[in-house]
């Protein structure tokens, strides 16, 4: 298989997984529009709902952001004229970064609410704020579980990309 393939696979891949961020906050917004409509007047459910509602915004906001840039990623590859040799260089030394810094902002981000969603619960006796605690937790919760799933497939394509015979790609 050919670099651009594996290449255009990988973006396809993580266009898919954008589309899945973008669902959960689809569900978010949903779940918020359930919650107002049969729980209005619980300050617990008012709380949950607040949240459930900036967190869907921002998963779907982003989910559609990244699926839009890696649908442009996956044209650009097509249209490459790299060699294979150029494109597996330039591709493994980016998938080493990426692998090694580019989940450390979501994973700050989602530690930060999951603590912050926490000490809220712990230390407010105020009902409206528990639930925006107890949001908290749920949102940084799904928000580890999204990018432990991405983790996981780019290191397998990391690895896919690394045990690739080299000796065909030179040679070409």
Not at 32 to 37: N, S
Not at 92 to 103: I, P, S
Not at 120 to 137: I, M, P, R
Request: with cysteine; hydrophobic share 50%.
């Amino acid at each position: 298989m050919e670099m651009i393939a594996h290449m255009h696979q990988y973006y396809q891949s993580e266009r898919n997984t954008a589309y899945i961020a973008a669902a959960i906050g689809i569900a978010f917004l949903v779940f918020t529009i359930i919650l107002f409509q049969y729980f209005r007047n619980d300050e617990l459910i008012k709380g949950l709902a607040y949240a459930f509602c900036v967190a869907g915004l921002f998963f779907l906001i982003a989910g559609f952001t990244v699926a839009i840039h890696n649908h442009r990623k996956m044209s650009e590859v097509k249209l490459s004229h790299q060699t294979n040799m150029e494109l597996h260089k330039s591709e493994v030394a980016r998938m080493k970064l990426v692998v090694k810094t580019g989940y450390r902002s979501a994973l700050v981000l989602f530690s930060t609410v999951v603590v912050c969603g926490l000490a809220v619960v712990l230390f407010t006796s105020n009902d409206f704020w528990k639930g925006v605690g107890l949001a908290l937790l749920i949102i940084g919760t799904t928000g580890h579980l999204t990018e432990a799933f991405s983790m996981q497939k780019n290191k397998a394509y990391q690895q896919e990309i690394g045990s690739i015979d080299l000796k065909k790609i030179y040679n070409e």
